[in-house]
């Protein structure tokens, strides 16, 4: 349950901004200043392959990556879609969030307090 609550809260905070957690993971995923060194595009299939373990039942990745183009910060080459300028700074933009929403988390909470709960949880 506290995972649930947790993952909730993040998905609000990021929210709050205008974002989606799965929008936020495509960019990463996309990035070559982030998880694509390469920075090579990628398939909708090959996206939600290396997003597997983060993706939940109730996120679309379709309609999520529709978006992206829409608002200039995925281009697409064929199936493919890249990275542009403007979803850098989208990416970037969002990134800056996150500090903030790891405070608000950790408030009153040390790192190796919230790293031994965390331990225990995963029993």
Do not use: C, N
């Not at 990745?61 to 183009?69: N, Q, S």
């Not at 850098?88 to 408030?107: N, Q, S, Y």
Request: overall charge neutral; cysteine-free; hydrophobic content about 40%.
């Amino acid at each position: 349950m506290a995972h649930e609550a947790l993952i909730a809260f993040t998905r609000a905070r990021q929210a709050e901004p205008g974002f989606t957690q799965p929008r936020f993971w495509l960019l990463r995923k996309l990035s070559e200043h982030d998880l694509a060194p390469d920075g090579r595009g990628m398939t909708l299939p090959e996206l939600r392959r290396a997003m597997r373990s983060h993706l939940r039942a109730e996120d679309d990745l379709e309609a999520e990556a529709e978006v992206l183009p829409e608002r200039g910060w995925l281009g697409r080459e064929g199936e493919a879609l890249r990275m542009t300028a403007a979803g850098e700074e989208a990416r970037l933009a969002v990134k800056g969030h996150a500090p903030g929403v790891r405070a608000r988390i950790h408030r009153g909470v040390d790192d190796a307090d919230h790293v031994v709960a965390l331990k225990v949880l995963r029993r």
